[in-house]
């Protein structure tokens, strides 16, 4: 494959060889300017559809990310909206999508296959607006067969230190799954009062920053360590549009046992801890 090849090819994105063994090799890879301001606007009227908290019945799918599941909508943080494609159907298929798509095929296999999607958006002027240091894969159920991942995420807005860019820590997807416990609740079990399970940073660990243009994209895999700061900035957003690709194989699997990534999945959480050694 020639140069000329690479990059953004109409609805697909051609991952280099470079990029895929950096996929492999830090558990993650950035990926500069593969949709257009113009594509972007055209997502940005079903993100802030979302976001603004005008989609009715979506229970705890619509919380925030960075706090408990009673905070009033007034007081969110990280503004999350879980599955937008299952609440409003015509937002399948859009051109960031099918690029993610792309993507993916190229970096976990030609089945790769959605798992779910995510609108988030860190307000302004929140510092608590953080992402606790966590793995994907910590947030499953036990039995998964195939965990390998593709999690595709595309700024909306410029992300910088000062709004709360992603951060990673590069190669501990090879170290294995830590334990994972959640952030609000009164015990290790406890994922009543909120979505969202941390781990600790050890001593010589060292993350590094990922910051993004619009319309840039970041992949990683479920076990890199990863998380992002609040954002201190006085006026601007940190909006973040997520596709995660699974094999078709595992999809099937989480769908068999009634998981869909919904915080609103009566799946035993103490699974995904049961995972964990609790």
């Given at each position: 494959?020639?140069?000329?090849?690479?990059?953004?090819?109409?609805?697909?994105?051609?991952?280099s060889?470079?990029e895929?063994?950096?996929y492999?090799?830090?558990?993650?890879?950035?990926?500069?300017n593969?949709?257009?301001?113009?594509?972007?606007?055209?997502?940005?009227r079903?993100?802030?559809?979302?976001?603004?908290?005008?989609?009715?019945?979506?229970?705890?799918?619509?919380?925030?990310?960075?706090?408990?599941?009673?905070r009033?909508?007034?007081?969110?943080?990280?503004?999350?909206?879980?599955?937008?494609?299952?609440?409003?159907?015509d937002?399948?298929?859009?051109?960031?999508?099918?690029?993610?798509?792309?993507?993916?095929?190229?970096?976990?296999?030609d089945?790769?296959?959605?798992?779910?999607?995510?609108?988030?958006?860190?307000?302004?002027?929140?510092?608590?607006?953080?992402?606790?240091?966590?793995?994907?894969?910590?947030?499953?159920?036990?039995?998964?067969?195939?965990?390998?991942?593709?999690?595709?995420?595309?700024?909306?807005d410029?992300?910088?230190?000062?709004?709360?860019?992603?951060?990673?820590?590069?190669?501990?997807?090879?170290?294995?799954?830590?334990?994972?416990?959640?952030?609000?609740?009164?015990?290790?079990?406890?994922?009543?009062?909120?979505?969202?399970?941390?781990?600790?940073?050890?001593?010589?660990?060292?993350?590094?920053?990922?910051?993004?243009?619009?319309?840039?994209i970041?992949?990683?895999?479920?076990?890199?360590?990863?998380?992002?700061?609040?954002?201190?900035?006085?006026?601007?957003?940190?909006?973040?549009?997520?596709?995660?690709?699974?094999?078709?194989?595992?999809?099937?699997?989480?769908?068999q046992?009634?998981?869909?990534h919904?915080?609103?999945?009566?799946?035993?959480?103490?699974?995904?801890?049961g995972?964990?050694?609790?």
């Amino acid at each position: 494959m020639n140069d000329e090849q690479l990059g953004r090819c109409g609805d697909d994105y051609i991952v280099s060889s470079e990029e895929k063994l950096a996929y492999e090799k830090n558990g993650y890879i950035t990926l500069r300017n593969v949709l257009t301001d113009a594509e972007i606007e055209g997502i940005e009227r079903d993100f802030e559809y979302f976001i603004t908290g005008k989609v009715p019945g979506m229970g705890r799918d619509f919380c925030d990310m960075s706090g408990p599941y009673d905070r009033k909508f007034e007081d969110f943080a990280l503004v999350n909206a879980m599955l937008p494609r299952k609440y409003k159907p015509d937002v399948a298929n859009n051109i960031y999508e099918k690029l993610s798509a792309s993507i993916s095929r190229q970096l976990i296999g030609d089945d790769a296959t959605l798992d779910y999607d995510q609108f988030l958006a860190k307000r302004p002027n929140r510092p608590d607006a953080k992402f606790t240091l966590h793995q994907d894969l910590g947030y499953w159920p036990t039995g998964t067969p195939d965990t390998i991942t593709a999690t595709c995420s595309l700024a909306v807005d410029d992300a910088n230190s000062e709004n709360g860019c992603l951060y990673v820590i590069p190669g501990s997807h090879k170290k294995g799954l830590r334990v994972h416990k959640p952030v609000h609740g009164k015990s290790s079990a406890d994922r009543d009062s909120s979505h969202i399970l941390g781990v600790e940073l050890l001593d010589g660990e060292a993350l590094i920053e990922l910051p993004l243009n619009r319309g840039d994209i970041t992949v990683h895999n479920e076990l890199i360590l990863h998380g992002s700061g609040g954002n201190r900035s006085e006026s601007s957003w940190r909006r973040t549009y997520i596709t995660a690709f699974r094999s078709k194989a595992c999809v099937e699997y989480e769908r068999q046992i009634g998981f869909t990534h919904s915080h609103n999945d009566k799946v035993n959480w103490g699974t995904h801890l049961g995972a964990l050694g609790k």
